[in-house]
């Protein structure tokens, strides 16, 4: 998403999102590549029906099938229980030993198990949490006006207004979720209400750190964006970037901007805060003023919860490396974006694209930067290498990975045009880049899914919206045909097998590739160990 966008003078708008594709032409693809991979049929879809949700596990396949006016669930090509006007959150347990989703009949939902139905009729679902290395169960209903948990098929704890899905802590000892009472959203934990309240709360950015187990919620209270610490409320900005936790939970850390209007200009400042207090104030490029906007047009900063731009913010999304040194990109000054590792300050660019990943040790890190219209790659704060993205530019980077034992470094480079810039579509020109090399530019929606194997010789990855909205899996440079949708691209236990699930048409193939140990990436001294574990 843009970090400001442009309106008229008498409006002001939040935001602009807008679906909308453009489809690239027609790929031709090499039929000695897509040869080398073989199919198998797993399932085929009743005739007649259409797929609206394929959930693919590592042991087992499930679907729901659309057929005239009713949906039902498919569990490894079997119907499983009855069928529904609708059908949502279909959900497999974490070893895929049960299979749950609610199923809609007369206005009314209904819980279903492994196929079967719960009595209890309720007027809003929402999705179901499995509790890590435990058995139990958890899932928060509504019904008429309240709203409330329900453990193993038990309402537990308070009702509320409004309520979230529930989230269990990563050691699977706490449950978690927000629930609404008299137009405030508040964090319960473990049946308790923590202090902290919120107007309106941030979907995707609430739960737990992943060290220590924290529990935080991010959310506006009236026109300003906060996080809220195990109950502790943090300074509030126009904006604010999602939060970032040291290893063993004891510090925290994110950015947040606010706009000063001005009458020629409206100018950005960004703040890197820490444990609630700020460390660091930088000016990012500003916008337009209302003068600029007389008759004509004004620029309005996007508000919220969202990654950082440093160039416009000021600041980055501030990171930890394992050793829990702050990490964060700043605009010194136009064209001066700088990564600041502590307080030691790298060379400066026209814009930081990707995150800072590190070693483990905490020796070595990389990101990628933008310099004019070219990606840079820069280890230890040292530009390595130019990659010209020609008139498209660079506009961002997708994602940054490294193999097991280091020896090779892997990002998606993406060129977008104005639509991407202004998030109507997320088709854009992108890359793999592999040990400096670009792969194929593909036209598509993403490159997901980027994998290594684990003795470092293969890798493979996703493209999304290769043609049209048709995808494909491309193996050590290797291209798949085209298919409906692929998933879970992953390697066999021989370690010589890339397998996925595809579908093509009515089937669902099982789609295999034998490695060619000749093809093997050769092993580069140069790279550095990446630390790439999510925060």
Not at 77 to 90: N, P, T
Not at 316 to 333: C, M, Q, T
């Amino acid at each position: 998403m843009p970090a400001h966008i442009r309106t008229s003078a008498k409006f002001f708008i939040a935001a602009l999102t807008v679906p909308l594709l453009f489809f690239s032409p027609s790929r031709s693809q090499s039929n000695q590549s897509a040869s080398l991979f073989h199919e198998d049929v797993l399932a085929e879809l009743t005739p007649g029906a259409e797929a609206k949700q394929i959930l693919v596990g590592n042991h087992h396949l499930a679907w729901i099938e659309k057929l005239g006016d009713k949906r039902s669930v498919h569990l490894d090509g079997q119907q499983l229980g009855s069928a529904y006007e609708d059908i949502k959150f279909l959900q497999f347990s974490r070893d895929e030993s049960r299979l749950v989703f609610f199923g809609k009949r007369s206005r009314a939902w209904y819980f279903v198990d492994d196929g079967k139905e719960d009595s209890k009729a309720i007027s809003s679902p929402a999705a179901v949490a499995f509790q890590p290395e435990g058995s139990s169960l958890a899932y928060c209903e509504c019904s008429e006006r309240t709203c409330r948990l329900v453990i193993d098929g038990k309402e537990s704890g308070a009702e509320y207004d409004d309520i979230s899905h529930p989230r269990y802590s990563p050691d699977g000892k706490h449950l978690a979720f927000l629930a609404k009472r008299s137009k405030k959203w508040v964090g319960v934990l473990d049946s308790k209400e923590l202090p902290g309240e919120i107007d309106e709360p941030a979907s995707a950015s609430w739960g737990f750190s992943r060290g220590s187990g924290r529990f935080f919620m991010s959310g506006r209270v009236k026109s300003t964006f906060i996080h809220v610490i195990d109950g502790t409320p943090t300074p509030g900005f126009d904006v604010i970037s999602r939060i970032a936790f040291t290893r063993d939970g004891n510090h925290y850390a994110y950015g947040g901007a606010d706009s000063k209007g001005g009458f020629k200009k409206q100018k950005i400042f960004g703040t890197i805060v820490k444990d609630g207090q700020p460390v660091a104030t930088f000016e990012g490029k500003g916008m337009m003023g209302s003068w600029s906007g007389l008759g004509g047009s004004t620029e309005a900063m996007v508000g919220g919860i969202h990654e950082l731009a440093t160039d416009f913010h000021g600041v980055s999304s501030p990171e930890f490396d394992p050793n829990g040194k702050l990490v964060y990109a700043a605009r010194r000054d136009k064209g001066d974006v700088a990564v600041f590792h502590g307080a030691d300050a790298g060379p400066g660019f026209d814009e930081v694209l990707s995150p800072v990943i590190f070693t483990e040790s905490a020796e070595h890190f990389a990101y990628v930067a933008r310099q004019g219209q070219d990606f840079v790659e820069v280890r230890d704060n040292k530009p390595i290498l130019t990659i010209p993205a020609g008139k498209r530019g660079a506009t961002s980077v997708g994602w940054i990975a490294i193999s097991p034992d280091a020896a090779h470094l892997a990002y998606e480079t993406i060129s977008g045009g104005r639509n991407y810039k202004g998030a109507v579509t997320m088709r854009a020109f992108r890359a793999a880049v592999i040990d400096g090399q670009s792969g194929p530019d593909y036209n598509a929606l993403g490159l997901t899914n980027f994998n290594f194997d684990p003795d470092s010789h293969h890798y493979f990855y996703e493209v999304v919206g290769a043609e049209g909205d048709r995808d494909l899996v491309n193996v050590d440079g290797h291209e798949s045909r085209l298919y409906d949708a692929v998933a879970n691209t992953h390697y066999l236990p021989d370690g010589k097998t890339i397998a996925f699930v595809a579908r093509d048409n009515s089937r669902l193939l099982r789609v295999t590739y034998t490695l060619n140990q000749s093809n093997s990436l050769p092993s580069v001294s140069t790279a550095v160990l990446i630390n790439t574990e999510p925060r």
